[in-house]
């Protein structure tokens, strides 16, 4: 915002239309410039010697770079945010800043799956070592805590099993154990999520999907309270991670429309949601909007909108007929991601192979559903002939 004290005042809808512009700066242009930079320039040595320019290398930030980092700072309440080059190059920069060797980790069992690659490997290697716990444990995980747990990581709903988590009581035992909450933020944005007002420290983004909006770039924030700020920033900068000026701007610019998507997406998703419940095919649908998820009460309490992102667990299906179904979907496209204005289907193969410390116990398999900006009489319509192909396989 032109003056960053009237930010608190605004309403998010607001603060999206005006955040990070400063056309006073930019010769009245309403949008930020798209600085491609390596090198700054000092006019004299003493000036470079002592920092007088405000910037210095194009590694560092560049006014694109800064007109993204402060609309997600104002949008998540935080004191700072860092970029990276994806969603999952955004969880590792979050992990390493405030990890090291001989330290403990607990994560989610219902975390996104290379978040938990990371954990094993990576994190493994440089001697920290993780414990996954049940999505549903809230308080009880004090019982999990040892004296050198440093962080807790968090993702709600899960991105594929859709549990909710009760993050105020897991921050409340990790704050009083000394340890961080960092969260995966992306499904609810932090327009559906105030993750830091709930006891969060890094709240954490693939941009990549709603904040981008168009399934065409790749990104992802970190952004941190007071606490966890300053590790953050040195994390960043000791990493050399950089993104790319085209990249930063197609997600500035995604984010100005954000607050109307993500209205459309709920709309159209608890449309089809709710339809997909009545259907005999269906045995569950893992969507916490919807009063009968398990996590509808902790989702009402916390979250203040939900986006298009939901499972549905089928009746027992052959793997034939799951294909049957998905393969002829017409507006649903069959691929990872989501978060663009388009529908997308993806079936897992091995649920029980990525979780660790819950089982997983589904009657039938779970298809994953991103409810894009289509009409939702045509999807509906679409799913409806995908059901037909499934029954028609047989089970
Ligand atoms: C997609 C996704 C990521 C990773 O983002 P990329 O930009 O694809 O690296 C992280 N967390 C969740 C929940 C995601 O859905």
């Known amino acids: ?56 290398y194009g590694r560092s930030g560049t006014p694109t770079t800064e007109a993204l980092e402060e609309a997600m700072t104002a949008l998540e309440g935080a004191a700072g945010t860092k970029l990276a080059p994806s969603g999952l190059g955004a969880i590792a920069l979050a992990l390493q800043s405030c990890l090291s060797a ?13 978040t938990r690659r990371f954990c094993e490997t990576v994190l493994k290697r440089f001697g920290v070592e993780t414990t996954y716990y049940d999505p549903l ?132 998703a608890l449309t089809v949601a709710t339809w997909l419940e009545a259907r005999d095919e269906v045995s569950q649908v893992l969507y916490p909007p919807l009063e009968s998820d398990p996590g509808h009460a902790l989702w009402k309490r916390d979250f203040t909108g939900a986006s298009g992102l939901m499972s549905l667990i089928l009746k027992p299906a052959s793997e034939a007929a799951v294909a049957a179904m998905v393969d002829g979907l017409k507006l649903f496209g069959i691929g990872a991601s989501w978060g663009g204005f388009e529908s997308l289907v993806i079936v897992p193969q091995d649920m029980a192979s990525v979780r660790t410390a819950t089982g997983w116990n589904a009657e039938g398999p779970l298809v994953r559903l991103h409810i894009g900006l289509e009409d939702t009489a045509d999807l509906m319509a679409d799913l409806a002939e995908g059901f037909e192909r499934l029954t028609a396989a047989g089970a």
């Open 102 to 114: 001989g330290d403990h980790l607990l994560v989610t069992d219902s975390v996104y799956g290379p």
């Open 1 to 56: 915002m032109h003056d960053s004290s009237d930010q608190k005042s605004y309403r998010p809808d607001t603060v999206l239309a005006h955040v990070g512009r400063h056309p006073e700066d930019n010769n009245g242009f309403v949008n930020p410039p798209v600085i491609h930079a390596s090198t700054v320039l000092s006019p004299t040595l003493a000036d470079m010697h002592g920092h007088t320019g405000r910037y210095n």
């Open 137 to 268: 444990i809230g308080a009880d995980i004090a019982a999990l805590f040892r004296d050198n747990t440093r962080a807790v990581f968090t993702e709600a709903p899960g991105s594929l099993t859709f549990e909710m988590q009760d993050i105020p009581a897991i921050a409340e035992v990790a704050h009083a154990r000394g340890a961080l909450v960092l969260m995966d933020n992306t499904w609810a944005t932090p327009l559906c999520y105030a993750a830091l007002a709930h006891g969060v420290d890094l709240s954490i983004h693939a941009g990549t999907k709603y904040i981008v909006g168009h399934s065409d770039v790749m990104i992802g924030t970190v952004s941190a309270n007071e606490k966890a700020w300053p590790a953050l920033q040195a994390a960043h900068r000791d990493l050399g991670l950089h993104v790319g000026p085209d990249d930063v701007y197609l997600a500035l610019r995604g984010l100005r429309t954000m607050g109307v998507r993500l209205r459309q997406h709920q709309e159209n």
